[in-house]
């Protein structure tokens, strides 16, 4: 029985979003969430879709969808060649 201040959660663990769950749920949540290949392709998927239906696929469309992207290929291609430009920052050119 719950006591006064707390209400019990009406809705399972598993099928609570990530904002949704609690601090002390977290591990619980986390082992219950679909790993295999097949489960990973369909989280990548669904999130292609919410992204998609969220800034490309509006009625008024802007630059905005296609800036975010674009912003993430840079920020990784960035990341991804650190080591080097790192090096080339500390040469010294006379």
Known sequence: MASVGECPSPVPVKEK????VKLGEL???ILMRDFTPKGIAGAFQRGY???????V???KGG?????MVLAAYVLFNYCRCYK???HER???YH
Do not use: H
């Open 49 to 55: 879709y919410r992204y998609y239906n969220k800034y």
């Open 84 to 86: 080097e430009l790192k």
């Open 27 to 29: 591990p619980s949540w």
């Open 63 to 67: 630059v905005a969808g296609i800036s």
């Open 17 to 20: 979003k990530l904002m949704d």
């Open 57 to 59: 696929n509006v009625k």
């Open 90 to 92: 500390l040469r010294k």
